[in-house]
């Protein structure tokens, strides 16, 4: 049974930091790119991050310089290290083997100014 779920949500100031984290079970994680997406009220869920196999990155622009995402395949976790956040980052955030149709449950990021 394939599981992804994440932690790490919650309610923070402006300009502060969180880390998600997305443990993963059920599928061959070390061999699945992996991606942090997030959804706002009333807009379409967004690719914000992803790791892929041989560990190359990819960032939504406005994430860019802010947010990390890593993982550690011994663990089957992937993580999305968030710095600097603003307002505009709040959102559920989701993790999701890409390309498939495995997702997490999702998380809460709300970010006060």
């Known amino acids: 049974q394939v599981q992804l779920v994440e932690s790490g949500g919650g309610l923070v100031q402006a300009g502060g930091s969180l880390e998600l984290s997305c443990a993963a079970s059920?599928?061959?994680?070390?061999?699945?790119?992996m991606g942090w997406y997030r959804q706002a009220p009333g807009k379409q869920r967004e690719l914000v991050a992803a790791i892929y196999i041989g560990g190359r990155t990819s960032y939504l622009d406005s994430v860019k310089g802010r947010f990390t995402i890593s993982r550690d395949n011994a663990k089957n976790t992937v993580y999305l290290q968030m710095n600097s956040l603003k307002p505009e980052d709040t959102a559920v955030y989701y993790c999701?083997?890409?390309?498939?149709?495995?997702w997490g449950q999702g998380t809460q990021v709300t970010v006060s100014s």
């Open positions: 999701s083997a890409i390309r498939t149709d495995y």
């Open positions: 059920g599928f061959m994680f070390s061999f699945s790119d």
